[in-house]
């Protein structure tokens, strides 16, 4: 097993735990919370670990590869870099880290319209590789010109979101005043002194701000009046009166995030989406909700062969991703992860997080006598 890692960091929550002490509380519970009790944040991980595969030992063995083709494009692996809002918050510069360690593993990274790095920045990271996530704008001309612009910075994949019609109830971000508006309390600055790499990479690239939308702010919005803003521009629930546009107008894969139904999964494949992602947004907005393993298997099994499945939403290693990929998924993506990793490791973070999650599945494969990703679910214990 060749360890092109830190090996001072081996998993995950090692990433997570030294994460905990480089960046200050609020920016940790923000990116660390589920919402309200986080029974959905713990069920995605634990149940997800329920999956059991089975080796077959004797079997002839060729070789394992990661390599994956996804919309007609060949990966380097199985999964990819979810959009993650307001990246800035947690390491300074983070999206830029993520695009480009993203890149030069040849895996998918995916940028929220709301984090700090701009469409077209993420284009130039990637050679126009990177996939861009939209929250649905309330005004047409607004929606049109966000797409022109992903459209003009080449982006081969847009991302529409159905699971936020309304902001999820996270407890800790209320009590941080990280809810919109947000607001710097003396609370807060006191955690950013305690925290020197954090502050001065901050000082250094100075206050993150929401990049791609900044062109349609204000100049000079406070906190209070950058809350009522994000509340007038985006409307979160989404419906085919607002997807069908879209469709006409993107030439590209277009790819529904957030499916947890059937039903939605059906719709989706009504209205001419290429993929979905089944995702619970990391438990962050129903916390009574399922554990995304659970419709997963249901619905790559019904509509695996009309639509490209993917999942995420509580895979925290090389053989959670094997679990979910034997359970039916095509191509898997974290949010977290990645981000444990930059917060923790700075700008060496993404590729240490990569690097991981690609030995570990290779390691995986490998026992399991798995040579394309494809063959997961052929080990799946039914
Ligand atoms: C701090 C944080 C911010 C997020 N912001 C967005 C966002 O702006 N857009 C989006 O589509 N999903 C967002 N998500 C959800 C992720 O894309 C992804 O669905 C989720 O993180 C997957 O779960 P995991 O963190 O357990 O891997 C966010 C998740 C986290 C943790």
Redesign the pocket.
């Known amino acids: 097993m060749a360890i092109k890692f830190d090996t001072r960091y081996p998993s995950i929550d090692d990433l997570r735990t030294r994460a905990q002490k480089k960046i200050p509380k609020f920016a940790f519970e923000?990116?660390d919370g589920g919402c309200n009790e986080d029974v959905n944040l713990i069920r995605?991980t634990s149940e997800l670990r329920d999956v059991q595969l089975k080796p077959n030992y004797l079997r002839a063995h060729h070789g394992s590869t990661l390599k994956t083709k996804l919309f007609g494009v060949e990966y380097d692996a199985p999964f990819g870099i979810?959009?993650?809002?307001l990246q800035g918050l947690m390491w300074p510069n983070a999206p830029e880290i993520l695009a480009k360690a993203a890149f030069e593993h040849n895996i998918p990274f995916i940028l929220?319209t709301?984090?700090t790095t701009s469409i077209e920045r993420a284009s130039e990271l990637t050679e126009g590789k990177a996939w861009f996530?939209l929250y649905h704008p309330t005004e047409n001309s607004l929606r049109d010109d966000i797409l022109k612009r992903a459209e003009a910075a080449e982006c081969p994949v847009l991302v529409i979101?159905c699971d936020v019609p309304t902001f999820g109830f996270r407890p800790r971000d209320i009590r941080n005043g990280l809810a919109m508006p947000p607001k710097m309390n003396i609370s807060n600055i006191l955690q950013a002194f305690g925290r020197p790499d954090w502050a001065l990479q901050t000082l250094k690239y100075g206050q993150p701000n929401f990049a791609t939308l900044k062109p349609y702010m204000p100049k000079g919005l406070d906190l209070k009046q950058l809350g009522k803003f994000m509340d007038q521009t985006f409307s979160g629930r989404l419906n085919e009166e607002k997807i069908k546009p879209i469709r006409d107008m993107w030439k590209g894969k277009l790819v529904l995030?957030g499916v947890a139904s059937e039903y939605d999964a059906e719709e989706a494949i009504r209205l001419g989406i290429d993929g979905i992602i089944v995702?619970n947004?990391?438990g962050?907005q129903l916390d009574a909700g399922e554990s995304t393993i659970k419709p997963l298997t249901t619905i790559a099994e019904k509509y695996g062969d009309q639509i490209e499945v993917m999942m995420?939403?509580?895979?925290r290693s090389g053989p959670d991703v094997a679990r979910a990929m034997a359970s039916g998924a095509k191509f898997t993506?974290?949010?977290?992860?990645f981000m444990y990793g930059v917060s923790a490791l700075g700008k060496k973070g993404g590729d240490h997080t990569i690097s991981l999650l690609k030995t570990e599945l290779q390691q995986v494969m490998e026992q399991l006598c798995c040579e394309k990703t494809t063959d997961f679910p052929y080990h799946l214990v039914r």
């Open positions: 923000y990116l995605n979810a959009p993650v809002g929220s709301v984090t996530q979101l995030k995702s947004h990391g962050r995420d939403s509580g895979i993506f974290m949010g977290r992860s």
